[in-house]
Structure formats: structure tokens, C-alpha cells
């Protein structure tokens, strides 16, 4: 395969995960959530893999396996369970006005290309075109962590946050060293496994994941 | 200049708009009554339906001003003209240079303008009712449509559909850009002929039609006209799609040859589009009114990104 149409499909997955990041801003239910948040691994472990053929970098096979067991298996199956658990597979949440949650989405995406496109210049990998998108996809995660309430929400935010920054690692320069891969993949199952048990105890509290709730732990000091 | 077959070239090609255009409804109407299990009118019904509001006398309530007689002529004729601008058949028709996309665009929502306000004209209740929520629809599909018209225009530099369908035919383009522009534009032809998640074809259910609220008012040959306008402007949105995204076949220089074979591809394209259409449909519900801002909200994104990525991964 020509290098030419390596980069192609790269910049299709590359696109992809991107309006995936759009996806799960605008979702409303929990399960498509979470297979939005699926499909954007797969994605990601796809460009991965491709990356490591066209750049023939052995590592990066690892690193897109080791993303397809985590991102497309497991913590979406532990978060299914989780769900199942707790009966909230019928949440819809009420969210604030999706086109204007979509606008600023694009107005980050916007700023990512502007602060990507210097870095970009010093680069000759052939990723170098995705950086702009791998900022992106961090931004979008960070923008559905602040406009959700649901907790499982915020938290598959937070996952595609993580996803956002293991694509830039990729794509700026083929990856991080085993090592800190392999210690980033831990740190995030370990991390899907403690908000397990927060949900379970934010539930027992409020009886509701919906987090605005949690103003209520404000102390009422006038009275 | 002297070669007349050009000019005959747009002739037949408005003419046939004009005269497949009705077809192209009844087919879409015919698989949609199979896939709900109804038998339904073949494909020639609306032709009878055409003929038979034509020979009906046209009623105008009595405080009706100008505009609501003059708006079905202006609505067929500017449809008419839209179908000799869009190479159908071929490319660098004489009438070519006189508009490009966005003038096309703007011609349609002259179309629309006159429209709404012939339908707050006689000043009934479901006119004025039907217009307001016509132009809330166009305000936000009308960005939306020229973003995914830039983006194309972007990968091909140019506005002229002449020159679109030229540089298209020089290579595919498997660019998430052009992906991401043809979602956007399929959601927004979708809203823009009033098919089902925005608007319902086939209802009078009074609180939810749009389209048909505003031209309760009509009858006889002005109805005729207006419907026949509609189901062109389906068709033309098709061929539209197809000359932005898909033009393989149209005739790059007016020849006898490539004509026919151009003809042969531009139906079997348009009855493809006239089956997945209800297919589409069918696996959709209707949007509540409020819910349709972000599905063109959706189109809007799409097209924005197509535009973004084509200067993030394509430079």
C-alpha cells in the first residue's frame, strides 16, 4: 500500500473519531453512550495500527491491541454492568441546548487547528496532519465533562479526554515509551473501577447520579 | 456558438425535469405504500392528480391580494429555471454561467419567500401558521446548505456546478471532508423538501404540517402548480446530490453519444435515490417541531467539520 493512501485512511479514522467526540456531546442515553464511546476506541485503535504499519513501528501494534481490549472492551463492559447494576439504562438526561453545545465544540476545534497548525510545521511524520484533531478530541472531552450532570456522562467524558491524549501521543510522535503506556492503561481501569464504587455511593446519597445534586452538600451557614 | 445542441441540450433537460419529476414522486410514494404494506397508486398518480387539478376551477379567497395569484408562476417558473442550470445532462450548458450554487441556493429561497408570504396573504390561521415555521426551518438549513456547499467548493475550488462536476471527475475523492459535506447535505435536502423527520408529506394533521399549511389556501391549476413545483424541486435536490457528490456520467462536452449514455446513468441514479428515499423514511419518525434545530443543528456540525477537516488533513 503507497504511503499517499495510508495517510488517507489515517486522516478518515482520524476524522471519524472526531465526529464520534461530537457524537457523545449530543447523546442523550446512557447505552448509546456508551457505544459511541466504544466505537470511538475501535476507531482509535484502527488509526493505531495503521500508524504502526505505515510507520513500522512495532510498539504501537501493542499499543492498538492494548486499546481495543481496554477502550472497546472492557471498560465498556464493566460501565454496562455497572449501568445494569443500577438500573439507570433508562436515564435521559435533560441537557442544555445541544446546537449551542455543537457550536462551541466546532469553536474548539477551530482554536486546537490554531494552536496545532506551528507545531505541525516542525513535524515530517506522516500523522503530523491529526495533532490538530487529537487537541480536539481532548477539548470535547473536556467540554462534555463540564456540560453534563449525569455522572456516567462526565465520566465517559473523561474517558474520551484519555483517548483524545493517547491519539495525540500517537500521532505527534508514534507513541509514548512502553512504559508509561502501559502504567496510563492501568491508571485508567483502576480509575473505571473507583467510579464504580462512586457511582454506587453517590447513588446511596442522593439516590440519583444526576450530580447537580450535590450543591446540596453545601452547609447551610446563614440560618 | 453556433452549435445549437447546447442550447437543445438544456431544452431536454428542463423538460425532462419537467415531465420525470411527477414520476420520480410516484415511485417514492409507491415503495412507501409497499414497505407499509398498502398496495398503493402506481407510479403514474400524480400525473393523473396534476390533470385533474389543472381541469379544476381555481377558487381565491376575496381579500387574496397579487402575490397569492402570482406565486404559483413564480414558484413553477423559477423551479423550471433552477433545472436548466444544474448539469443534468451535461456540463458548460449555455446557461451555465449565469448562476452558480449559491445563486441556485438563493433562487430556491426565492421560491420559498414567495411562498410563505402567500400563505400569511389571505391571512387564515394555518397560512400564517405553516410560514412562520417554514422560515424557522429555512433559517437554520439555509447555513447549512452553503457550508456544504463551501466545502465542496473548497476541495474543488470553484462555485460553478460546471466546474465541480469537471474537477470530480477527475479522481475519486475519498476525503472525510466530501464524506462529511454528503451527510450534511442528504439531512439538509431531507428538511428542505419537507420529508419525514421535519415535515410529513403525506399529512394534513393539522398541528404538524408545515409545507402543507401554507398552501391550504390553493386550488386548482395554482395547487397543480405548486405541487408540480414541489415534486420538481424533489428531483432537482436529487440531481443536485448527484452532480456535487456523485456526477459520474455526466457528458463532460455536449456530444450525441455520451448524452444518451449520460441519461441512461442520471435515471437508473434517480430511481436508486427514489428508492432509498422511503426506505430512509421509513426507518424514521417525525421530529417534535423543537427537536428539528438540532437535527439541522446536526447538518450545520457536519458540514462546518467537512469544511475544518478539509483545511486540518487535506493542505
Known amino acids: ?223 | 456558438m453556433n452549435d445549437p445542441l447546447p442550447y437543445v441540450l438544456t431544452i431536454v433537460q428542463a423538460a425532462a425535469l419537467l415531465l420525470l419529476a411527477p414520476f420520480m414522486v410516484g415511485w417514492v410514494r409507491l415503495v412507501k405504500a409497499r414497505l407499509q404494506n398498502r398496495r398503493g397508486a402506481g407510479p403514474l398518480q400524480p400525473y393523473r392528480d396534476i390533470r385533474k387539478l389543472f381541469a379544476k376551477e381555481a377558487v381565491v379567497a376575496a381579500n387574496a391580494s397579487w402575490i397569492f395569484r402570482f406565486t404559483p408562476y413564480l414558484v413553477f417558473g423559477v423551479t423550471v429555471l433552477a433545472g436548466a442550470i444544474v448539469p443534468i445532462l451535461a456540463v458548460d450548458l449555455p446557461l451555465a454561467p449565469v448562476a452558480d450554487v449559491i445563486a441556485l441556493v438563493a433562487i430556491f429561497a426565492l421560491a420559498r419567500f414567495f411562498i410563505a408570504l402567500a400563505g400569511l396573504d389571505v391571512g387564515t390561521a394555518f397560512g400564517g401558521m405553516g410560514s412562520s415555521r417554514e422560515m424557522t426551518i429555512a433559517s437554520l438549513a439555509e447555513p447549512a446548505m452553503l457550508m456544504a456547499i463551501f466545502a465542496t467548493s473548497l476541495i474543488t475550488h470553484s462555485t460553478s456546478l460546471s466546474t465541480i462536476v469537471a474537477e470530480i471527475h477527475k479522481g475519486v475523492l475519498l476525503k472525510p471532508s466530501f464524506a462529511f459535506a454528503l451527510i450534511a447535505f442528504v439531512l439538509i435536502a431531507l428538511a428542505e423538501n419537507g420529508r419525514i423527520p421535519v415535515d410529513n408529506p403525506a399529512t394534513h394533521l393539522e398541528l404538524t404540517m408545515i409545507h402543507e399549511a401554507m398552501i391550504l389556501e390553493y386550488s386548482g391549476r395554482h395547487l397543480a402548480m405548486i405541487e408540480w413545483a414541489g415534486m420538481m424541486k424533489l428531483m432537482l435536490f436529487s440531481l443536485l446530490g448527484i452532480a456535487l457528490f456523485a456526477p459520474w456520467g455526466i457528458a463532460g462536452t455536449p456530444g450525441g453519444g455520451s448524452v444518451v449514455l449520460a441519461f441512461g446513468v442520471m435515471a437508473a441514479k434517480l430511481l436508486a435515490i427514489a428508492t432509498g428515499l422511503p426506505v430512509l423514511e421509513m426507518g424514521l419518525a417525525k421530529l417534535r417541531f423543537f427537536r428539528v434545530s438540532e437535527f439541522l443543528g446536526v447538518a450545520f456540525l457536519l458540514a462546518t467539520l467537512a469544511i475544518l477537516s478539509h483545511f486540518i488533513l487535506e493542505r
Open chain 1, 1 to 223: 500500500m503507497s504511503p499517499v493512501f495510508l495517510a488517507q485512511v489515517i486522516d478518515l479514522l482520524s476524522a471519524l473519531v472526531l465526529l464520534l467526540g461530537f457524537g457523545l456531546l449530543a447523546q442523550r442515553r446512557i447505552y448509546a453512550l456508551l457505544h459511541l464511546f466504544a466505537w470511538q476506541g475501535l476507531f482509535l485503535a484502527a488509526n493505531t495500527a495503521i500508524v504502526a504499519y505505515g510507520a513500522g513501528v512495532r510498539h504501537l501494534y501493542f499499543s492498538a491491541l492494548m486499546t481495543l481490549a481496554m477502550k472497546v472492551a472492557l471498560i465498556p463492559y464493566i460501565l454496562h454492568v455497572l449501568i445494569r447494576r443500577m438500573k439507570i439504562e433508562r436515564d435521559v438526561e435533560t441537557m442544555v441546548n445541544v446546537p449551542l453545545t455543537l457550536l462551541i465544540g466546532i469553536a474548539l476545534v477551530v482554536l486546537s487547528y490554531n494552536v496545532m497548525s506551528p507545531i505541525q510545521e516542525f513535524s515530517t511524520l506522516m500523522t503530523r496532519s491529526t495533532l490538530a484533531i487529537a487537541l480536539a478530541t481532548v477539548m470535547l472531552g473536556l467540554l462534555m465533562m463540564i456540560t453534563r450532570r449525569h455522572a456516567v456522562a462526565q465520566v465517559i467524558g473523561f474517558l474520551a479526554m484519555e483517548n483524545g491524549l493517547f491519539f495525540a501521543a500517537t500521532s505527534a510522535t508514534y507513541g509514548m515509551p512502553m512504559v508509561v503506556e502501559l502504567g496510563v492503561a492501568l491508571d485508567i481501569l483502576i480509575a473505571a473501577l473507583i467510579f464504580g464504587v462512586f457511582f454506587f455511593q453517590i447513588r446511596t446519597t442522593f439516590e440519583s447520579l444526576d450530580l447537580s445534586k450535590m450543591a446540596r452538600l453545601k452547609e447551610d451557614v446563614g440560618e
